[in-house]
């Protein structure tokens, strides 16, 4: 069996970080697709159309950042868990 060291104090230190930044970047994706979708109201030619797909390609990836992020924290929050029980077990 592998023997998994880790420090929940920084563990739960990570978790944190990357959740406050994944809400941050879904805060920030959120506010960039308003703007665009707004474009709409006075900006009406094939090149507002070629920018929204644009895009919306160029958001995909962020949306994966944040569902791997959020599994991420999940996994994070687990892993303490598990690892308190542990500890607590065996103290």
Request: with cysteine; glycine share 2%; proline share 1%.
């Amino acid at each position: 069996m592998t023997m998994s060291v880790i420090d929940l104090e920084e563990l739960q230190r990570f978790r944190n970080s990357l959740d406050a930044a994944n809400k941050e970047l879904a805060n920030t994706r959120k506010n960039l697709t308003r703007i665009v979708e707004e474009s709409r109201n006075f900006w009406k030619d094939e090149q507002r159309a070629l920018f929204e797909a644009r895009f919306s390609t160029l958001t995909l990836p962020m949306q994966t950042f944040e569902r791997k992020a959020t599994e991420y924290c999940e996994w994070a929050d687990r892993k303490q868990a598990a690892g308190r029980t542990y500890l607590g077990r065996n103290r």
